[in-house]
T-cell receptor, first 117, second 111 residues
Framework: DGGITQSPKYLFRKEGQNVTLSCEQN?????MYWYRQDPGQGLRLIYY???????QKGDIAEGYSVSREKKESFPLTVTSAQKNPTAFYLC????????????????FGEGSWLTVV | QKEVEQDPGPLSVPEGAIVSLNCTYS??????FMWYRQYSRKGPELLMY????GNKEDGRFTAQVDKSSKYISLFIRDSQPSDSATYLC???????????FGKGTHLIIQP
């Protein structure tokens, strides 16, 4: 089935550790996104990528890094510089980076829960 | 003024009632309007997508957009306990930088 796969579903990080969240899509979408969701805060954009080997910072990029070496994959690394990483992380993709009457909907994966221990 | 305003709820209604969920926005550049449903500990799923003022219907769901008032609504008819979830409004200006989301309304349908 086509979709967006995130792994792991649950992840625990020790203080000072870097962790990487995986996101893979088989929808042949050009654009991919990472959002963070905290209770009462809605979804906030971390990074996005319109095309392979290119990505831009979102609203809360500090303490995070990404790569886009393949169209299907957009991993997110939560670095030790992120002081409050406990959150629900959502990967998403969109069929076209350019505006269109049908190409502006974003589809989400099932999310990854990250907890600092 | 926040870019998007959405009442967080919780909104509790009896089964079978008509539910009205609303968002207001301030950015005139928004051209595309969406509603997502999110169950607890799950990713959001797209419910409705519109790109013009007016109504769009899909089964028990109707999305309404009033660009002049910068106001969008989602109506759920014959509400079911399975509709209990958080509903997120989302907006796009057509660019590549993703969507702007409301904070979500927590809806509870009482059996």
């Amino acid at each position: 089935d086509g979709g967006i796969t995130q792994s792991p579903k649950y992840l625990f990080r020790k203080e000072g550790q870097n962790v990487t969240l995986s996101c893979e899509q088989n929808l042949n979408h050009d654009a991919m996104y990472w959002y963070r969701q905290d209770p009462g805060q809605g979804l906030r954009l971390i990074y996005y990528s319109q095309i392979v080997n290119d990505f831009q910072k979102g609203d809360i990029a500090e303490g995070y890094s990404v790569s886009r070496e393949k169209k299907e994959s957009f991993p997110l690394t939560v670095t030790s510089a992120q002081k409050n990483p406990t959150a629900f992380y959502l990967c998403a993709s969109k069929v076209s980076w350019a505006g269109s009457s049908s190409g502006n909907t974003i589809y989400f994966g099932e999310g990854s829960w990250l907890t600092v221990v | 003024q926040k870019e998007v305003e959405q009442d967080p709820g919780p909104l509790s209604v009896p089964e079978g009632a008509i539910v009205s969920l609303n968002c207001t926005y301030s950015n005139s550049a928004f051209q595309y309007f969406m509603w997502y449903r999110q169950y607890s500990r799950k990713g959001p799923e797209l419910l409705m997508y519109t790109y013009s003022s007016g109504n769009k219907e899909d089964g028990r769901f109707t999305a309404q957009v009033d660009k002049s008032s910068k106001y969008i609504s989602l109506f759920i008819r014959d509400s079911q306990p399975s509709d209990s979830a958080t509903y997120l409004c989302a907006f796009s200006g057509g660019g590549a930088d993703g969507l702007t989301f409301g904070k979500g309304t927590h809806l509870i349908i009482q059996p």
